[in-house]
Nanobody, 118 residues
Framework: QVQLVESGGRLVQAGGSLRLSCVASGRTFSSYAMGWFRQAPGKEREFVAD???????SYTDSVKGRFTISGDNAKMTVYLHMLSLKPEDTAVYYC????????????WGQGTQVTVSA
């Protein structure tokens, strides 16, 4: 089994910044990508950003220019650097791993709460 643990979420004022961290552990696996998703109250979980190791990063339009994803595949860690936070960024942020050969993200963390006050 693979475990993902997120950290870094907290209450922050609009315009502030946060860095979320995620570490994967457990059985040996080959990671194709790691990403961040979020779910706001009353809404579906949505894609935020991901990194395909050795290839590219992707972002949803609403965070482009404000959020940056980075990580280290060898250490099975991924970060989400969030700047210029807005109240609409308030959500539970989930880290996910897509293992090699998987068709989608197949392991998920428990989430970390980010709350942005106006």
């Amino acid at each position: 089994q693979v475990q993902l643990v997120e950290s870094g979420g907290r209450l922050v004022q609009a315009g502030g910044s946060l860095r979320l961290s995620c570490v994967a552990s457990g059985r040996t696996f080959s990671s194709y990508a790691m990403g961040w998703f979020r779910q706001a109250p009353g809404k579906e979980r949505e894609f935020v950003a991901d990194i395909i190791w050795g290839d590219r990063t992707s972002y949803t339009d609403s965070v482009k220019g404000r959020f940056t994803i980075s990580g280290d595949n060898a250490k099975m860690t991924v970060y989400l650097h969030m700047l210029s936070l807005k109240p609409e960024d308030t959500a539970v942020y989930y880290c996910a791993v897509r293992t090699s050969g998987a068709t989608g993200y197949n392991y998920w963390g428990q989430g970390t709460q980010v709350t942005v006050s106006a």
